[in-house]
């Protein structure tokens, strides 16, 4: 089965620095997407990030990138230049494609704190 | 729509009473998605539509919930005989199916909408 492992406590950091939020995951599919999804005090869930299990490269949009490190099996969210309104809640999913399907349910950790200080 | 609409936004309602959430998903998404988020959590998944079937409702926790969704586009999470441990925020989410070329098997994005805040009393 899998899973997701969101360890870290609440997470500060200064306001223009760049932070490392950390992800573990857990399958035995050969072939696994990883998300990442930011929620801020208002409830929304927001799309920031995708890495599929085959590819090459670390997914960057904007000022988020992945370090993918797949023999560790760590997909760890870094965002660049922190802004205050980074401020909110970051969540990891996973995907298994082979077993359940391209379209099939995401399973999230239980997510990080992010606080940013002026 | 833009965008996933969940209605009500907030659900008060007493112990044993019935209770239907609706979400209307984005225009032309197949996919749709029901997860419940309790206080500082992570959303936990209940229920995935593929059109007007489940194709997995393995996360319902029990019989009192029942989702449906007979047109392919709104569904309705409905739950009976409520229960204080119901309470929760409920998710939905959307999304437009996968393609076998292009765009990286697997990397359907889920868009979610504000989510109803249900309160069991």
Redesign the interface.
């Known amino acids: 089965a899998q899973k997701?492992t969101?360890t870290q406590p609440g997470m500060f950091v200064q306001e223009k620095e760049a932070v490392t939020l950390d992800c573990t995951y857990d399958t035995s599919d050969p072939?696994?997407?990883l998300?990442w999804?930011k929620q801020p005090s208002?409830?929304?869930?927001i799309?920031l990030i995708?890495q599929?299990s085959y590819?090459q490269q670390n997914a960057t949009e904007g000022r988020y990138s992945l370090n993918f490190q797949k023999a560790r099996k760590s997909a760890n969210l870094v965002i660049s230049a922190s802004q205050l309104g980074d401020s909110a809640m970051y969540?990891c999913?996973m995907?298994e494609?082979i077993r359940?399907?391209?379209?099939?349910?995401?399973?999230?950790?239980?997510?990080i704190t992010l606080s940013v200080r002026p | 729509g833009a965008g996933v609409s969940q209605t009500p936004s907030n659900k008060v309602t007493e112990k044993g009473k019935y209770v239907e959430l609706r979400c209307d998903p984005i225009s032309g998404h197949t996919a749709l998605y029901w997860y419940r988020q309790s206080l500082g959590q992570g959303p936990e998944f209940l229920i995935y539509f593929q059109g007007t079937g489940a194709a997995d409702d393995s996360g319902l926790p029990n019989d009192r919930f029942f989702a449906v969704r007979p047109e392919g586009s709104v569904s309705t999470l409905k739950i009976q005989r409520t229960e204080r441990g119901d309470s929760a925020v409920y998710l939905c989410a959307s999304s437009a199916s996968a393609t076998r070329r292009g765009g990286g098997s697997g990397a359907n994005v889920l868009t979610f909408g504000a989510g109803s805040r249900l309160t069991v009393l």
């Open positions: 997701i969101q072939s696994y997407g998300f999804y208002s409830g929304e869930m799309f995708y599929g590819d969540f999913a995907r494609i359940t399907g391209a379209n099939s349910k995401l399973t999230f950790g239980k997510g």
